[in-house]
């Protein structure tokens, strides 16, 4: 597998929050040469079981990376322009002058303007505008406009990956297709290695307003236990504060209340096993992933949190190592094969690594 090639085609397909289907289409067509069984379920969240060689019934794990994307939603029409608002942390600051897809009656090309500065009052130039001041122009007169678009109707923004230097990438929707690319690498290298536990891949949907794809597949799968994957904050430009992490270093390990420790630590022993480099990440409340609602499923199970370090995170030009998504793929798999059959997280003290070492690796 071209790790490069599947992010290409996994960031250039639309899939915001709620609108999925494309994305989600694009990726079944990878998933079902890996899995033994793909489906949708109700809710959208695009589930593959690659079934383990251990006697049933088998324990199984869940493996949880979101597919859907920041966007925009078309909320009026005045003539032949379109007013808008966002689908889930849109940067406002970066909209002026962005490519954008109105998904219409069919796709339509448009660009996101606003008045020039030249022509607003002096007080008003250095602002971020509200979004009753951006418009989006697609290019066509008024009553054509009328039939083609609808209030409701989805807005993505067009950009393609591109490859930066020293094995870096940057483009739209890395949050959080880098990481599906992820869990795709895993369940190919999966195919050529035995595991014992299931392995329930599941790219779910509407994370980016709410988590909500995690609390419903991971209601219905019950796995014994689970592994989010998500991106975290990258350093960037004279950026030294805490709760940044690296470029190239490895993909984050949570340290916290979200995650259960005897799982945390069985991630790092993987990791260090296989000479994955990685980096310790203290989350001391709310990971705002989707780990927060696996853990708390029905009568709670047993999570982890993988995360890619990613700059200008919810910008168009989200930055991220190909190294370390290919890392984090490849450690999701030796996890995974490594699980015995009668491995049963417990809060036992005595058995749980004391994890109050951040300096990391």
Same mark, same amino acid.
């Given at each position: ?5 599947? +992010? ?5 397909? @639309? ?5 999925? !289907? ?23 969240? +695009? ?9 049933? @019934? ?71 505008? %509200? ?9 066509? %007169? ?39 690319? &992820? ?6 290298? +999966? ?11 599941? &790219? ?9 794809? $995690? ?10 236990? $689970? ?7 990258? !350093? ?24 259960? @420790?005897?799982?945390? &630590? ?5 990791? #260090?096993? #296989? ?15 989707? $780990?927060?609602?696996?853990? =708390?499923?029905?009568?709670?199970? %047993? ?33 995974? &094969? ?9 809060? #036992?003290?005595?058995? =749980? ?5 951040? #300096?990391?690796?």
């Amino acid at each position: 597998m071209d790790t490069l090639t599947l +992010l290409k085609t996994l960031t250039t397909s @639309p899939g915001p929050s709620g609108r999925e !289907t494309t994305a989600q289409k694009i990726l079944q067509m990878q998933w079902d040469s890996l899995a033994d069984e793909v489906h949708t379920d109700a809710m959208g969240n +695009l589930i593959a079981l690659q079934r383990g060689q251990g006697t049933a @019934p088998r324990p199984s794990v869940m493996v949880a990376a979101h597919i859907d994307e920041i966007g925009l939603i078309v909320t009026g029409i005045e003539g032949e322009f379109l007013r808008i608002h966002a689908i889930g942390g849109i940067d406002r600051r970066v909209l002026l002058g962005l490519e954008v897809i109105v998904h219409g009656q069919r796709p339509l090309p448009g660009i996101i303007g606003a008045r020039p500065p030249h022509v607003l009052p002096p007080e008003e130039r250095d602002k971020i505008l %509200p979004w009753k001041q951006i418009f989006v122009d697609v290019g066509l %007169p008024a009553e054509e406009v009328k039939t083609l678009v609808r209030v409701g109707d989805h807005v993505t923004l067009e950009r393609d990956l591109v490859e930066l230097q020293e094995g870096l990438i940057a483009g739209k929707a890395l949050d959080n297709r880098a990481s599906v690319a &992820a869990v795709t690498i895993a369940l190919e290298l +999966l195919t050529h290695r035995q595991h014992t536990w299931d392995f329930y891949a599941v &790219a779910t949907v509407q994370e980016e307003v709410g988590t909500k794809g $995690a609390i419903t597949s991971a209601y219905n799968l019950i796995p014994q236990l $689970a592994v989010a994957l998500d991106v975290t904050f990258a !350093t960037q430009h004279n950026d030294s504060q805490t709760g940044t992490f690296e470029l190239d270093k490895g993909p984050t390990i949570g340290i916290g209340p979200n995650f259960h @420790p005897q799982v945390v &630590a069985r991630l790092k022993n993987t990791a #260090e096993t #296989e000479e994955i480099p990685y980096q310790l990440e203290p989350v001391p409340g709310h990971s705002g992933t989707d $780990a927060w609602s696996i853990q =708390v499923a029905r009568a709670g199970i %047993p999570t982890g949190l993988l995360s890619i370090p990613v700059r200008y995170m919810h910008q168009p030009v989200e930055t991220a190592a190909l190294r370390d998504i290919e890392r984090t793929g490849r450690w999701l798999a030796s996890f995974i &094969a490594g699980l015995e059959e009668d491995f049963c997280p417990r809060w #036992e003290d005595d058995d =749980v690594e004391d994890n109050t070492d951040m #300096e990391g690796d």
